[in-house]
């Protein structure tokens, strides 16, 4: 018999566990400007008489680099004008949650834009929190962070400071600092992180998503960062790394987002990349508490599942992608009870599923 010419059967390509998707889980790193679907960017622009069909929404979301993504954040952004708009997209962000089986996050509000644009920060959050009230008893709790636009500079960046202070008793655990990383020293925020500390705030920031790791390094070091926003480059230090490990510093990774940005390119010094190209696998392995999300679900085209199922892609164990999974609840910006509360209740679903 002669031997067959047909290719080999090609190997099966790795995938989550069955029924991963009933797990609850939680999501870190989540911009509310974000998530709003090309669908209800139509909605939005018809309140304000713009017609803007779901195809063109759609293709202004299809960014290739950095800066683009900046610029389709400002076009989608610029359509949030009034208390309604924030409340319509916090509905619809918390339906896509449930769908994803989140129970727990902490969003991301960009103040620094809400005052760019002169608007009632407080009016805009009461909004958004009522919206997001309605989703609790259906088993989803929201917890907001204050996010200041870093190339705005440190004034701005003290006054998104102080809105985030005046609302740490209604649900603004956290304030953090986003946009364009290499715009503006590290420590011209110092003051900045000094006062929303002083007065009971959780610190965030965004570093090493496009900076490199001294970026990482002077959020730690300079602004006293709890949890850092990316953080990808912190895999081309390995004393940063075990320092992220030996301080027990989360990184918030989202994947597709780093592709998506060019963010994950720069990093690697290649022109083109894939999700094989991550130094998640690296960076957990070494210790550093990694949790996942998607950074701006709808402008990137994912969800959370889908940014589970690259796990296994990247060469990820069961029990390693278990680990990722409980580092959203670990990461937490909540009281040890709750944290530990949602803890069981993962553990006790994931024995369920036979996954520990
Ligand atoms: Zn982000």
Redesign the pocket.
């Known amino acids: 018999m002669p031997m067959s010419s047909s290719p080999p059967d090609p190997l099966p390509t790795p995938s989550l566990p069955s029924d991963f998707g009933t797990l609850p889980k939680a999501e870190l ?3 509310l400007e ?1 998530s709003i679907a090309p669908a209800t960017v139509v909605s939005l622009a018809a309140r304000y008489g713009d017609v803007v069909d779901e195809a063109t929404a759609a293709a202004r979301y299809a960014t290739p680099d950095f800066s683009a993504f900046i610029e389709a954040y400002i076009w989608v952004t610029s359509y949030l004008r009034a208390p309604e708009d924030y409340a319509l997209i916090t509905r619809r962000l918390a339906e896509h949650l449930l769908t994803q089986n989140v129970v727990y996050t902490e969003v ?1 509000l960009s103040v620094g834009v809400m005052l760019l644009r002169k608007q009632d920060v407080e009016a805009n959050f009461r909004a958004i929190r009522e919206a997001a009230s309605a989703f609790e008893p259906k088993g989803l709790r929201m917890q907001w962070i204050f996010d200041a636009v870093r190339q705005f500079g440190a004034d701005k960046a003290m006054e998104v400071a102080q809105h985030a202070v005046d609302s740490r008793n209604v649900g603004v655990v956290a304030y953090g600092l ?1 946009g364009d990383e290499l715009a503006v020293p590290t420590a011209d925020f110092r003051p900045v992180y000094e006062f929303v500390a002083a007065h009971g705030l959780r610190r965030l920031a ?1 570093a090493g ?1 496009i900076g490199g790791p001294e970026s990482v390094r002077e959020a730690i070091e300079l602004l006293g960062a709890e949890r850092i ?2 953080g990808i480059a912190t895999f081309r230090d390995p004393q940063l790394m075990a320092l992220l490990s030996e301080r027990s510093i989360p990184l ?1 990774i ?1 994947p597709t ?1 780093n592709l998506c940005t060019g963010a994950l390119a720069r990093q690697r010094a290649l022109p083109h990349v894939s999700v094989l190209d991550h130094p998640l696998p690296q960076l957990l392995r070494s210790g550093v508490p990694i949790s996942l999300s998607t ?2 679900p709808a402008m990137f085209g994912t969800n959370l599942h889908r940014e589970y199922e690259l796990l296994p892609q990247m060469g990820l164990r069961t029990e390693e992608i278990l680990r990722v999974a409980a580092a959203g609840f670990d990461g937490a910006f909540l009281p040890p009870a709750e944290k530990s509360a949602y803890r069981t209740a993962f553990r006790a679903q994931a024995a369920v599923l036979g996954l520990l």
Request: hydrophobic fraction near 5%; aromatic fraction near 0%.
């Open positions: 790193h989540l911009h974000g991301t986003g965004h998503e926003g990316h918030e989202c987002s950074d701006d």
